[in-house]
């Protein structure tokens, strides 16, 4: 009787042992749940990217206090290179973080990233630089949220056929029935450049208006890059140009800048740019900016956060947004414009 | 007789037992992986904006000395209880290190100076009001304030208004800029204004108000983000132009600079800074065995010299 007591105690007490080891100390049972996120723009210095990140890291900074958490984020900056950015990837990987949001500077390289990321199971989020779809699809954890290209350029172009129909005069400067504009475009080869520029121009043609193209080129969706090429632009075809269609609102801040450095803000004509940026809706208020095409920068942010925030917390993609496939989260654009009875006497009055 | 060895037995039992759980415990502290030393950058802004290029400073040093940063910043500028919720949330979820801009030199001197007991812990760009607390560089805040007043005696201050605009006071390296600059213009024909600013929540416009009530000729910003909002004011047209100086820098100020909106800064080398930080952090740990000097240059630049190849390394360490 007394041996099998003796057992019976020792085994308790190896028992005892056992549960310490594995019970959290009275530290580690303080610890606040912790969210490590990457977010990688392809250019730091991208205005809208940079709206972005901001509303992302006030989601976090929200978040973080409603819920007694940690979320860490590092915003890293790939300088236009995809090699640094590939490097940046990598060393997200290495310091195993919860979840990466990539915007790509090459979407080409989307499926190396997604199978990198797939090794380490880390979910990626891609924004605002739509992958292609088989690439989407090589993992289950890979989602892309943004807006669609087709749509802002087809919303451009109603702005500016709406605004045209409406007062035909007032654009048409040498009344031949016809819009002469210039074309200042984003990247060369970039998805959502080349359909901006196919759409909002299909779509004026759609509204029986004839447009006269007299240049368009590539201003990296740059706004100083874009000043230099309308600084060219204007000493070529000054006052033949009736409308500035802008991939982006950089471009188109730029185009402004151009005619401010030309003294020639009396005879700016009709700007249009994409994104709705503040410093483009800045420029919308002074009436140097006809209209812009409100990416809405908030939403995509908070729809990032919401896939980031559930997939590390609930081990699932959840959103207030619709997730389209399992994996599309798209925003829809809004125009903004200028009152039209404001564009008769807003230039005239700078 | 036989119980009596049975009890000893179940004592002896029950010492190796309680040996054994402790050695367990601290046995899984000690063998937790560690491939990154876990470095927490706690800002007293809210964003990292004012703090960039320090920022890749550490950010190039983590990555040579295997360091991961955790950049965290405020909700609200320069909230002191803000900062030391979240030392102690650091300090609690396993950091390994912190390096702190002091919202409050005073308020946050205590908690420092008791997370120093455990892990290390430097102050960058605002210091505490502790010894225990070291600076991860040495402090050339004096310096670069005197710098600037002696440049503006050389451009002349003779029957001129120079207004200082007073904010983030209660961080000691602030403090000492304006005495360095108060050092090199008392005595200058200039007339003197200091004002407080940062009150209310809107920065912009209680320095705008500021700037219009005394209508200055010279306007000096002690920080980057007064700077800033000033040089924002003058853009906006919302008062006359003053000629704007500050010390240190962001990208907004150089991009303020070369429009003209900012006449001079005082720069430092604000990388080497960064770098030394982490520097100093890894080699308390004992995980460098590197020697780095400790020197941050700082010069004072103009929009007319901004693009010389020195100035330039100061400004844009990193081209784009």
Known sequence: MGKKQNWMILCCMLGLVWLSGCAPSSQEAKKVPEMKVGILVYRKEDTFLGTIVEAFEAAAKYAEQQENIKISVSVMDGRGSQAVQTGQIEKCIDQKYDVICVNLVDRTVAASIIDQAKAAQIPLIFFNREPVKEDLERWDKVYYVGAVAKESGILQGHLIADAYLNNPERFDKNNDQKLQYVMLEGEQGHQDALLRTEYSIRTLVSEGIQMDKLVNDTANWHRSQAATKMSQWLEKYGNAIEVVICNNDDMALGAIDAYKAAKKLEELPFIVGIDGTPPAMEALAEGTLYGTIKNDEQKQAQAMFQLCYSLVFHGKAESDYTLEKGKYIFINYLPVEREIDKVSTGNKEQ | ?320
């Open chain 2, 1 to 320: 007789m036989k119980r009596n060895s049975n009890v000893l037995i179940i004592l002896a039992l029950a010492f190796c037992t309680a040996f054994l759980a402790l050695f367990l415990r601290m046995d899984s502290k000690e063998n937790k992986p560690k491939g990154y030393v876990k470095i927490s950058v706690i800002s007293r802004d809210t964003t990292g904006d004012t703090m960039e290029t320090l920022r890749q400073g550490m950010e190039q040093a983590a990555s040579d000395m295997r360091a991961e940063i955790s950049f965290i910043t405020l909700s609200k500028r320069n909230d002191a209880q803000e900062q030391i919720r979240l030392i102690q949330r650091e300090v609690l979820n396993g950091t390994d290190a912190i390096l702190l801009s002091a919202a409050d030199s005073e308020e946050l001197s205590y908690i420092a100076e008791e997370v120093s007991k455990e892990i290390p812990i430097y102050t960058v760009e605002s210091p505490v009001a502790s010894d225990k607390v070291p600076q991860s560089a040495e402090s050339k805040d004096w310096s670069m304030g005197r710098l600037l007043g002696e440049n503006l005696i050389y451009r002349g201050v003779f029957g001129k208004k120079i207004l200082i605009l007073e904010s983030s006071m209660r961080c000691h390296n602030i403090v000492e800029r304006e005495k360095g600059l108060l050092d090199a213009i008392t005595g200058g024909r200039g007339e003197i204004i200091t004002a407080a600013i940062g009150k209310t929540e809107d920065f912009k416009a209680e320095l705008t108000e500021v700037v219009q009530i005394y209508e200055p000729d010279i306007v000096v910003a002690l920080e980057p983000y007064t700077l800033n909002a000033a040089a924002e004011a003058l853009q906006e047209k919302k008062y006359g132009s003053p000629k704007l100086y500050g010390i240190c820098t962001t990208s907004k100020t150089s991009q303020y600079m070369e429009e003209g909106l900012i006449e001079g800064i005082v720069v430092q080398n604000d990388f080497n800074a960064g770098y030394l930080s982490v520097y100093q952090v890894m080699k308390a740990l004992k995980k460098t065995d590197a020697t780095i000097d400790g020197e941050i240059e700082f010069a004072l630049i103009h929009s007319y010299n901004m693009y010389s190849s020195q100035n330039q390394r100061l400004l844009f360490p990193f081209v784009r």
